[in-house]
């Protein structure tokens, strides 16, 4: 696929979509919603990659955070092979974060790191939807505009969909992505379901 635009204006918000022929197995099969991009580079989280451990009572017991609200446990996933112990809350706008932690991603997606939004989550008084990502995916200067030119991400619609972030199941996130493009992942070299 050949880069079709140009991204002068940033990707924050949208999603990055790795394509099947990605030379990193890290990133293969990943879909990414990129929260910073820009001259110093670009972050994002991988929001269908499921941590094996920890799970989020682990997470709660670990901090010391207490459980007393009826929400769920939010999934904890890998958000990227960079700070892997470092963990980030993606949640949905119900919710106000200190506002020096939060950062507003995109219509009904927000992102923070302070421990009061995890203990609001643990105390079911947070967000609806969240997710806990451990990690994040980080590029230099100009190299996420390499890997584009390589042909290694496709890049979704103007703004990621929280409905794929937070409802649809994990391993069929990368999919519906490609297929929200008008791409059948079974067309494309390498390609599959998923």
Do not use: C
Not at 22 to 45: C, K, N, S, Y
Not at 106 to 121: D, H, K, Q
Request: negative net charge.
């Amino acid at each position: 696929m050949i880069l079709q635009e140009s991204f002068a204006e940033g990707l924050k918000g949208r999603f990055l979509i790795a394509d099947p022929s990605i030379g990193d197995p890290e990133f293969a099969r990943t879909l990414i919603l990129v929260t910073a991009h820009g001259p110093q580079g670009a972050m994002g989280f991988i929001v269908n990659r499921p941590a094996e451990r920890p799970r989020f009572a682990e997470v709660r017991r670990e901090l010391g955070l207490g459980r007393r609200g009826p929400t769920p446990d939010p999934l904890v996933m890998s958000g990227g092979p960079v700070e892997e112990t470092r963990g980030f809350l993606i949640h949905s706008e119900d919710y106000d974060a200190p506002q020096d932690s939060s950062e507003n991603v995109g219509p009904g997606l927000r992102v923070t790191s302070a421990m009061e939004a995890l203990r609001a989550v643990a105390a079911g008084s947070g967000p609806r939807r969240a997710l806990f990502v451990l990690g994040y995916a980080g590029w230099a200067p100009r190299q996420l505009e390499r890997e584009l030119q390589r042909n290694d991400w496709l890049v979704g619609p103007a703004a990621a969909d929280p409905e794929l972030v937070f409802a649809t199941p994990p391993a069929e996130r990368w999919t519906r992505a490609l297929e929200s493009l008008g791409v059948a992942p079974d067309r494309l070299m390498g390609g599959g379901t998923g």
